[in-house]
Nanobody, 114 residues
Framework: VLLQASGGGLVQAGGSLRLSCAAS????????MGWFRQAPGKEREFVAR???????YYQDSVKGRFTIFRDNAKNTVYLQMNSLKPEDTAVYYC?????????WGQGTLVTVSS
């Protein structure tokens, strides 16, 4: 399985961005997908996850602002980010859970200016 993330960029505080992660290869083996992020000087942290049954889970700090959803026909998962804050600045990584392993895509940088 290969994961290709896109959609990062520079946005002002209060603005919105939508990240996309397209999966290719043995996508039938994926049972959940999600997003993590890593801010400068910090460890990678969980942001959001969506299961095969479309159950969504979020880190507390993004609840009510971020929405994760998927388009199964396109094998793509999205992260809609609204009301962005400077503390959301990070490299965002797409992740897929497949056959007991966690797979990673390349990161996409999100920078929120104050």
């Amino acid at each position: 399985v290969l994961l290709q993330a896109s959609g990062g960029g520079l946005v002002q505080a209060g603005g919105s961005l939508r990240l996309s992660c397209a999966a290719s290869g043995r996508t039938f083996s994926i049972y959940a997908m999600g997003w993590f992020r890593q801010a400068p000087g910090k460890e990678r942290e969980f942001v959001a996850r969506i299961s095969g049954s479309d159950s969504a889970y979020y880190q507390d700090s993004v609840k009510g602002r971020f929405t994760i959803f998927r388009d199964n026909a396109k094998n793509t998962v999205y992260l809609q980010m609204n009301s962005l804050k400077p503390e959301d600045t990070a490299v965002y990584y797409c992740s897929a859970e497949s056959a007991g392993s966690r797979l990673w895509g390349q990161g996409t940088l999100v920078t929120v200016s104050s």
